[in-house]
Structure formats: C-alpha cells, structure tokens
C-alpha cells in the first residue's frame, strides 16, 4: 500500500507524458512528450505553446528595470552634479556608492524585507542603489575629461559657471554617461532575475521555479538576455541621436 501510494504521483505523471520530477504545469499542452519526457536540451514543441507564461514575467521584468535604472540614473546625475561643483564630496560619495555596489544582491533584498515589505518597491531600491557607483563615476568621468579649451571658450563667451556646465561640460560628458548607462542596465537585467526572491517577479520566477528543466532555463534565460541586447542597442542609438557632432568626419 505505502508501495502504490509513493508510486502515485509517478504514475500520474507518465500518464499525462511528464518526466518523473518535472512539475504538472511544465507538460500541458505540448506536442513534444518524448522531448519533455526525457528533458532534453531545447523542445521547441513545448516553448512554443506554453511561450504564453513568459510574456508576463518579461514585461515584469523590463518594467522593474527600467525604473530601477530610471531611478539611479537620476540620483547618480544629481550626486554627480553636486560633487562636480563641491569637489570635496566626490571621496566620500564614492566611498558610499561602492559600498552600496559590493553588497550582495540577495542580502540585499533580505535587508530591506522588513523595511520596505514583500514586493516591487524592495527589489527597486535595492537594484537602483547598484546602479549608482556605475553611473556616478562614470558622469564624473566624462566631465573630468571635457578639454579646458572648452571652457576657456565658454567662459570667452560669457558664459556662467551653471551655464558652462549644462552648455558645455555636460553635452561633452555624454558618451561617457551614455557608457555608464548602458553597463548599469545590462547588469540591472541580470540581476532583476533575483528579483523574484523579493516577491517582485519578473523572469526569475518561471526561471527557478524549475531549474532542472532545460527548455524552462534557455527560454527564461534566452529572453533575459534579449531584453540586455535589446535595450543596449536602443541606448546607443540614442547616444548616437543626441551626439551628432561625433558623426561628423574631418574633410
């Protein structure tokens, strides 16, 4: 008896043509049984009626990092700004953003569990922190490297200190900020995958909820990493929109 009723649910699993170990809802509505039965390595059957699941986590996913990204690239160029002007912030600020950077992102979402709750808000605060340190010192980076000759040429043409920075330093800064930028989002995509360990969702989820089958990893992954690739190249079209000067070549 102990003997049947262990072998139960193994049973109804190999009736409905699902490997032994692989959950129920992986093996509805899939024309690949022996594909699925014996996981192989991509059943293009299967991900192609149940691709349905991942649409929700992926526009998930895409909206958390895009406000998380949001988020940190408006604090980073405020931080970056106010440092730029009171230079003696720029160590202990990046002092802060390192730190903030090199928390694991895990302890990360735990830590603000009891703060912020079980949801979106914790894994937005978290991923935008890490956001920061990249941005931030890349903005610092671009303005540092804007030729004195520019500004000699600003301030020539009476000029402020705040209009040489938003006419002059700033447009100069952009593909060194663009450049932080689009590091800090493929690395946010990445990690909004943990997200889900915070109740926010996103392809994480349909992800870990089983690992062990190969199409469920290359799917959620293989989407993870076209939304990386996506908003990459969209981020540097932009780039190249807002830089026309640095298409134009020498005669």
Not at 81 to 103: A, D, K
Not at 203 to 232: E, Q, S, W
Request: proline content about 6%; aromatic content about 10%.
């Amino acid at each position: 008896m102990l003997t049947l009723a262990a072998k139960a649910p193994l049973l109804v699993a190999a009736a409905n043509g699902c490997a032994p170990g692989l959950p129920a809802n992986f093996c509805h509505q899939h024309s690949e049984t022996s594909c699925v039965a014996r996981n192989g390595f991509f059943c293009a059957g299967w991900a192609f009626d149940n691709f349905d699941r991942y649409t929700g986590p992926f526009f998930k996913h895409l909206w958390i990092v895009v406000i998380s990204v949001a988020v940190g690239f408006t604090l980073a160029l405020a931080l970056a700004m106010l440092s730029h002007r009171h230079r003696w912030l720029i160590p202990p600020l990046t002092g802060v953003t390192g730190i903030l950077y090199t928390v694991p992102s895990l302890a990360f979402f735990f830590l603000l569990l009891p703060i912020t709750g079980f949801g979106t808000d914790t894994a937005v605060i978290a991923l935008s922190a890490y956001t920061l340190q990249i941005i931030y010192r890349n903005i610092l980076a671009g303005l540092a490297n804007v030729p004195p000759e520019a500004k000699d040429a600003g301030r020539g043409m009476g000029m402020t200190e705040r209009e040489l920075l938003w006419r002059v330093e700033l447009p100069l800064a952009v593909p060194e900020l663009f450049a932080g930028l689009r590091i800090a989002t493929v690395s946010t995509v990445a990690i909004a995958t943990l997200a889900f360990f915070a109740g926010a969702g996103g392809l994480g989820d349909p992800l870990y909820k089983d690992i062990t089958f190969k199409t469920n990893v290359i799917l959620a992954g293989g989407l993870a990493i076209l939304m990386a690739v996506t908003l990459d190249a969209l981020l540097l079209g932009l780039q190249r929109l807002v830089t026309p000067w640095r298409r134009v070549r020498p005669a």
